[in-house]
């Protein structure tokens, strides 16, 4: 067991034993909550996607990585690419630290394509002899063979003035002929904020003004920003940190959501929009980040995981994963998620059963499993209770219902295995008024992304039951017609 010093959480993965990697990765693979087909890390912590991207007939995502352990340290960048968003190919570390502008890690950022290169803009995390922090905002281009350069020094130097080290996360896009980036930031009054910059060449970069929003005092910290515009409207993507529970909002540790209005005006950072909307309602979601594809798609990929939240992996020497990359639209203001189409390449062996339950819990011959795609219909419901419980045994279960008569969508993961971060609860909700419920649910080892209602909602969570329990039974307190397909995933 390493005690996690601050020099052994900084140590670059060159100066580590090879003896020490080989148990790790030992360790890794005899864990039984490894996932079948999300994106996890070989060894050690994943957590934020970065650099999303398509380039070279390829998408391209890297994460936040630190090789050694489930704990936050020198963090690297890790590259995957794929062709179709389904079958993933690692190509092992794609920004290594340890320059002096990035010497204590290379924290989050973005990428865009430029001159045929995809170019990288990421934080660079320094700290000096007094463990003071200095960040700066440096870029590596990468060229179509996969070799990735860094730019000799920063090429946003420092913070500006009136706000503090807590500045991070880059995110670049363009307008016209301008390169812009958002960033997360920290005023000095201990307030969350986003500012941006513009560049003509992505080297050479001003300060432009921060992003004016009506949220002036929500939360102390605003990570990952990401701006985008879809049907002339503008959305800014972010997770801000200290946010007070509301009911059934805000539950988590910290939350990813947006906020939508006019295209921000970016000659004055004016931007007027509605209220903030959490992006998912589920326990394990943070960080998200999107790209555009050849086909004009928004598609968003987000860290299924919090930090400051222990895991039962952890005890393995790995934790997190990244969620199924989902396809955005917008809908009267509202973020629509749904998982890309390219993931009917994972579905075999089809099942479907059409049938009517009352006041009862009902399973059928062939629909159960520890790694499956379940999408279900419930109609002519009027009251009480419907859903579906997943990954059941004789002492857990995962429960997703809807209340019709509170109007109320709930996942429940009280009895679902090993339970960890129960000081944020065990249930999570939100208000949903429908008179047929449609769910779309992608279960792995380890995890469930639910789907309600065509996208409308979204609960991701981690789950860790143990893999005798793949039972699946549908639940009705009253009456209710159901029709539910399903298939295993390859």
Known sequence: MIDWSREERYKPIEEVSKEELNELENAVKKCPFRQGYHIQPITGLLNDPNGFSFYNGEYHLFYQWFPRGPVHGLKYWYHTSSKDLVSWEDHGIGINPGDWFDSHGAFSGSGIVHDNKLHLLYTGNTRDENWIRTPYQCLAIMDDKNRVKKHS????????????????????????????????????????????????????WDFVNEINTSLKDFGFMWECPDYIELDNKGILIFSPQG??????????????????????????????????????????FYAPQTTEDLNGRRILVGWMGLPEIEYPTDKNGWAHCLTLPRELTLVNNKLIQN?????????????????????????FDGFDGERYE??????????????????????????????????????????????????????????????????????????VEIFVNGGEKVFTSRIFPDKNSTGIRFLSTEKCSIKAHMWSIK
């Open 153 to 204: 020094e920063p090429v946003i130097n420092g913070v500006p003035e009136g706000y503090t080290d807590h500045f991070r996360d880059p995110k670049v896009f363009k307008k016209g002929d301008e390169f812009y980036a958002v960033i997360g930031a920290q005023n000095t009054d201990l307030k969350g904020r986003v500012v941006y910059y513009k560049s003509k060449d992505l080297i050479n």
């Open 243 to 284: 946010l007070e529970q509301e009911g059934d909002k805000y539950a988590n540790i910290y939350q990813s959501g947006y906020i939508v209005g006019k295209p921000i005006d970016l000659s004055s950072g004016e931007f007027n929009h509605g209220e903030f909307i959490e992006l998912d309602n589920g326990f394990d």
């Open 339 to 363: 998982p890309v189409k390219e993931l009917d390449e994972l579905r075999e062996n089809h099942r479907y059963i059409e049938s009517m339950i009352n006041g009862e819990e009902r399973s």
């Open 374 to 447: 379940l999408s279900c219909t419930f109609k002519d419901f009027s009251e009480g209770k419907v859903g579906v419980k997943l990954r059941v045994s004789e002492n857990e279960e995962t429960v997703v219902y809807y209340d019709v008569d509170n109007k109320k969508f709930t996942l429940d993961r009280s009895k679902s295995g090993e339970v960890f971060a129960t000081e944020w609860g065990t249930t999570r909700s939100t208000s949903l008024d429908c008179k047929e419920l449609s769910l779309q649910i992608f279960v792995d080892s380890s995890s």
